[in-house]
């Protein structure tokens, strides 16, 4: 029997392949290798050791980028395990009744990244990036941390347009909903 706490464990080559995958998507199709000054060689089978370096050291910079990588990789372990479980976003964003509680959809996936796990920079559902101010941190945190929720204390925590309009956008998409 196999048990999971937290994340899944992903395997090294599939992240690697999906990382790669991502960093050729963002090329135009059009992106040629090019090297104006290579002299002419004198055997043309040569591997040059001055190309394999350059070519190296440009591939290297593509995957160099912390930032970039902290993004896709928060994306990456949020996006949802079985796609078709995932709730359908609505057309409206459903009003919430305080007086009963709500729940975080059990499809949901949820990553907080930034410089600090006491304030998260980003929220991350289901691989949807959303950013975060003093304002909407705090229900974000509740919202990472719970399934369960007396929607009167995300009322309040929603007291800011940021952290409003968060709340709203998780309930369009459905990922908080209330029991009809």
Same mark, same amino acid.
């Given at each position: 029997?196999?048990?999971?706490?937290?994340? !899944?464990?992903?395997?090294?080559?599939?992240?690697?392949?999906?990382?790669? +995958?991502?960093?050729? +998507?963002?090329?135009?199709?059009?992106?040629?290798?090019?090297?104006?000054?290579?002299?002419?060689?004198?055997?043309?089978?040569?591997?040059?050791?001055? @190309? @394999?370096?350059?070519?190296?050291?440009?591939?290297t910079?593509l995957?160099?980028?912390?930032?970039?990588?902290?993004?896709? %990789?928060?994306?990456?372990?949020?996006?949802?395990?079985?796609?078709?479980?995932?709730?359908?976003?609505?057309?409206?964003?459903?009003?919430?009744?305080?007086?009963?509680?709500?729940?975080?959809?059990?499809? @949901?996936?949820?990553?907080?990244?930034?410089?600090?796990?006491?304030?998260?920079?980003?929220?991350?559902?289901?691989?949807?990036?959303?950013?975060?101010d003093?304002?909407?941190?705090?229900?974000?945190?509740?919202?990472?941390?719970? !399934?369960?929720?007396?929607?009167?204390?995300?009322?309040? %925590?929603?007291?800011?347009?940021?952290?409003?309009?968060?709340?709203?956008?998780?309930?369009?998409?459905?990922?908080?909903?209330?029991?009809?």
């Open positions: 029997m196999t048990f999971s706490v937290g994340f !899944r464990a992903p395997d090294l080559k599939q992240v690697l392949r999906e990382y790669s +995958e991502h960093i050729i +998507e963002q090329f135009s199709t059009d992106t040629l290798w090019r090297d104006p000054d290579l002299t002419p060689q004198s055997e043309p089978a040569w591997l040059n050791p001055e @190309v @394999v370096s350059r070519l190296h050291q440009k591939l910079a995957m160099s980028n912390k930032e970039h990588f902290e993004d896709w %990789l928060a994306g990456y372990l949020s996006a949802p395990k079985y796609p078709t479980a995932e709730p359908e976003p609505l057309e409206q964003t459903p009003p919430l009744d305080q007086a009963q509680p709500s729940y975080r959809d059990e499809s @949901v996936r949820i990553v907080l990244s930034g410089t600090s796990s006491e304030q998260p920079q980003y929220l991350y559902a289901n691989g949807r990036r959303f950013t975060l003093e304002g909407s941190m705090p229900l974000a945190r509740v919202f990472s941390r719970q !399934r369960l929720f007396d929607t009167s204390e995300l009322l309040t %925590l929603a007291q800011s347009e940021s952290a409003l309009q968060l709340l709203r956008e998780l309930a369009k998409l459905g990922f908080i909903y209330q029991q009809e």
